[in-house]
């Protein structure tokens, strides 16, 4: 079930590069890694958050555990975490997926960026069928019987300040923080420690100093672990207890 409302945010300019890798103009950067992006969900945002191992140890007190992403681009962290939830997920639990993206794509250049991984092939096809022609303000979609996305359109303080709390877990994966310096500030990083729970963790291929200072002063404890596909370091953390 897909519900929409509001205005839609004016779009980017895509070029494709190595026939189906999106690339924007307007932050010069391409959307995921060139080796393999699905990979490195798995390795930045999913190992860097401690899932799926996660979903079988401990349950969150309403059943539902909620994962926060800056920056839904073409849905292929949601399709691949999706993908490995299915199989991980205790009965009767369910998993929330909230992605605050300033340009939504539209459905055909999802589908364009997403058919080189047959992996997730079927999570594609659901995601692409579901996905609106005009996508703009709040999308819900009820991908299957345990699993919802929302995606909220728009900058991303403005969404997650308006957000619901209790985020179990958060992908930061905008635009290299060079290029797309306000998806790293520290107030959408204090915004986001506001909205997490004790213990809630991030993780992030960004390793900037001012990304790691800005997540440290907005309240996470902070640590560097080996980036993906030969890059040296990532970042991850938690959200602890205030002394």
Request: glycine content about 12%.
């Amino acid at each position: 079930m897909l519900e929409a409302e509001g205005q839609m945010p004016v779009s980017q300019t895509l070029d494709w590069h190595e026939g189906d890798m999106p690339y924007s103009r307007e932050f010069g950067d391409h959307f995921y890694c060139r080796t393999d992006g699905r990979l490195e969900c798995g390795h930045t945002f999913l190992a860097g958050n401690g899932l799926p191992a996660r979903w079988s140890q401990s349950v969150p007190p309403d059943g539902t555990f909620r994962i926060g992403e800056l920056g839904f681009g073409t849905g292929l962290n949601f399709c691949e975490t999706w993908r490995q939830w299915k199989p991980a997920r205790q009965s009767g639990t369910r998993l929330h997926f909230m992605s605050f993206e300033l340009y939504p794509m539209k459905h055909d250049e999802i589908d364009r960026a997403l058919c080189r991984w047959p992996e997730i092939d079927e999570e594609r096809r659901v995601l692409v069928a579901a996905w609106p022609d005009e996508p703009a303000g709040h999308l819900t979609i009820d991908v299957d019987g345990w699993t919802r996305l929302t995606v909220v359109c728009g900058p991303a303080l403005e969404g997650v300040t308006a957000a619901e709390p209790d985020f179990d877990a958060w992908f930061l994966d905008g635009f290299a923080p060079a290029r797309n310096p306000d998806m790293w500030s520290l107030q959408l990083m204090r915004a986001l420690y506001e909205k997490t729970v004790t213990g809630g963790t991030f993780g992030t291929y960004a390793a900037a100093g001012f990304v790691r200072r800005n997540l440290s002063a907005a309240g996470f404890t902070v640590e560097r672990r080996p980036g993906f596909a030969g890059k040296r370091e990532m970042l991850c953390g938690m959200k602890g207890t205030r002394p």
